[in-house]
């Protein structure tokens, strides 16, 4: 079985990594940081040009209607650049979300906008701390509105619309909501995360108009399909930030002496590149079976996202921090350019689900598979 991508999206990773390259520069993450926006709206704005939000989305809603093939190539390339972008939020969640459940009038009204870029959406979930579940649930819809309070949504300050998970007396004991945010009934404030180029916020609705998106009483299995959509492509994204930096710590090493030897002739640093090395193919292996299983559809998506998911976070997290370790005392600096892959990782790992909350995913779904 070959899982290389195919020459055409290898053709579309060097186009990726070239416009990233020129567009989304170290300065440009730095600047967003610097000033403690949301997000790079001139780069978004680029990025919506190169079609790159509609790869997936159906040609008869404004789309390309290509693979997530070429998505997930897409993806890794965003995290090697830590593209301060709303990319997994209104693409991977919003757009996924809507194509899942959403009718034909809202594919009609809001898939041509997430196309072009025009459009911004998120998914809010998250009410604070803990795990999510139906049962603890406060934000409810009755009647079309909506009522609640959502707690951090990524992205919750420019986006135009939320996908929130609600409340519901019937089926699994939720509901999904599409709501529009520019409305005087939805509050919004901005919540600080590790990764400031990448804005969070609370949401807080007053009775703000709202619509079912699917079946009233669904929302919860639908949540959980979402998420293991959402993971493959999480994780290779992190994929993405855990191979920048490793290159960096191997060309910081390498161009690093210490007592007349480069630092990367020491045994110790090439320990932990060797290691890094190692965890970031092995999550690879493991993005190449997610990609396959979310790519056809496959009745192992489940197993397929939580292995992706599990092994992305360690990998992220663990290059990022070797690579600060591998700069020593000035990686830990505002000065250097670590942080960017350090604060991205840790958010990326939290962002839809910590890694315990995958493993208990990833048990649950093995055991399910030796059952059937």
């Known amino acids: 079985m070959n899982f290389e991508f195919s020459e055409e999206q290898e053709l579309l990773r060097e186009q990726a990594r070239g416009f990233l390259g020129e567009n989304c520069a170290p300065s440009v993450v730095r600047g967003v940081l610097d000033s403690q926006g949301d997000y790079d709206a ?22 390309l209607g290509l ?32 194509l899942a459940n959403g009718s034909v009038e809202q594919k009609e009204k809001w898939l041509p906008k997430l196309a072009t870029g025009e459009a911004i959406g998120t998914f809010a979930l998250a009410e604070g701390s803990g795990r999510p579940s139906a049962e603890l649930l406060n934000t409810r819809l009755d009647a079309g509105k909506l009522t609640g309070k959502k707690l951090p949504v990524p992205d919750g300050n420019i ?4 996908v929130v998970v609600a409340k519901s007396d019937t089926g699994d ?22 990764d400031f180029s990448r804005g969070h916020s609370s949401m807080e609705f007053t009775g703000a108009e709202a619509e079912i998106l699917g079946v009233d009483g669904s929302g919860w299995s639908a ?23 490793l290159e960096q710590a191997r060309d910081y090493a390498m161009g690093r002496y210490a007592f007349g030897r480069a630092i990367a002739s020491y045994q110790a ?50 290059a990022a921090q070797e690579n600060v370790q591998t700069h020593g005392g ?15 990782a840790k958010l990326l790992s ?6 315990g909350f995958w493993q208990d995913k990833l048990i649950t779904a093995y055991e399910q598979s030796n059952v059937a």
């Open 173 to 194: 004991g939720a509901s999904l909501a599409l709501v529009d945010l520019n409305q005087d009934a939805v509050t919004r404030r901005s919540v600080r995360t590790l």
């Open 223 to 245: 949540m959980e399909a979402l998420m293991d959509r959402a993971a493959v492509m999480f994780a290779w994204e992190q994929v993405g930030i855990a191979d920048a930096a």
């Open 67 to 98: 693979s997530y093939l070429e998505l997930v190539v897409v993806a890794e390339e965003l995290g090697r650049a830590v593209a301060p972008i709303p990319f997994s939020s209104s693409v991977y969640l919003a757009t996924e979300a809507i």
């Open 42 to 63: 001139e780069l978004w704005k680029k990025v919506a040009e190169m079609g790159w939000t509609s790869t997936v989305i159906p040609e008869e809603f404004g789309g």
């Open 159 to 162: 986006a135009d619309f939320a």
């Open 269 to 318: 640093i090439k320990h932990k590149l060797a290691d890094m090395y190692v965890k970031n193919t092995l999550a690879r292996s493991n993005c190449y079976y997610g990609a396959w299983a979310l790519n056809s559809d496959s009745s192992e998506l489940a197993l397929a996202a939580a292995t992706a998911r599990v092994g992305a976070i360690q990998a992220s997290v663990n």
């Open 330 to 344: 000035m990686g830990f600096t505002w000065e250097f350019d670590c942080q960017f892959f350090y604060r991205r």
């Open 350 to 355: 939290v962002n839809i689900g910590s890694e």
